[in-house]
C-alpha cells in the first residue's frame, strides 16, 4: 500500500477542509493540481452522499477527476453565478504586514490561464496549500502562457524587463509543453517580485500573451495544511 508522505498529509487536509466550504446547490470551480485534487475528491464523495452541486473545471486534468468521482459539470457560459473555486497555488506571500499578502504565482501545471478566469469569476476564491508554498515574497519564476508564434517575441520583451525567460519542456515528449489551449508557457525569472500588482500589468501588456501566472487580489483564504491542522488565512 502507498503510504501518505508529510507534504501530502498537508495537501490532503488543506483540500478536505475547503471542499467543507461547499454547499447544496452551489456552483464550484475546480482548480488543478495535486492539492486541489483532494477537494475535488472530498467533493465527489460528498455528491455520492447526495449533495448537489455543479463543477466547473479549469483543465483537463481536473475535467477528468471531477468526472471520475461522480461531480456533474457545467460550463461558464451556462451559469450565472460561481459561488466558489479552489485552486492550489506554486507560492502564496505570508506576511500580513505587505501589501502582497495573499498573492499568489500559479501555473506549475500550466493551466493558470482558465484558472484565473474561472477563480476571478468566483464569489469567493479559496486557495489550498502545504506549508513548502508559504513566502514572504513572491520570488518563483511566473509562468506565461503565450501564442506559439509569439514565444521568441515575447521572450525578447521578458529580456528587456530583466526577466530570464525558459520554454517550458514536457518531460515524456519530444519539444515544448503544450497547454490545454494549444499554447507555450515561458517560466520566467525575476528575481524576488517586490510589487507583483505592477509586474501583472507590465506582463498582461506584453502582446502574445495569453495569461501569466501572478494571481494578485483574488484569494480571499488560503488553507495552510500542517502536520496535524490546518491553518487559515483570511484576506
Ligand atoms: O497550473 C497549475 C496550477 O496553478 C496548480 O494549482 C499549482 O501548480 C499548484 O499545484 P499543486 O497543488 O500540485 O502544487
Redesign the pocket.
Known sequence: MKTEGGTDAA?RRAGERAAEEVEGGDVVGL??????AYAIEAIGEAVANGLEVQGIPTSFQSRQLALEVGIPLTTLEAVDTVDLAI????QVVDDPDSSAHGALI???????TR?KLVDAAAERFVVVADPSKLADRLERSVPLEVLPDAHTVVADRIRDLGGEPTLREAANKDGPVVTDNGNLVLDCEFGPIDDPDELAAVLSSVPGVVEHGLFVDLADVTYVGTDDNVAIREY
Open positions: 495537501k482548480g488543478t493540481g495535486s492539492t486541489t485552486d492550489g497555488a506554486d500559479k501555473g506549475g501545471g500550466a493551466a493558470h484558472e
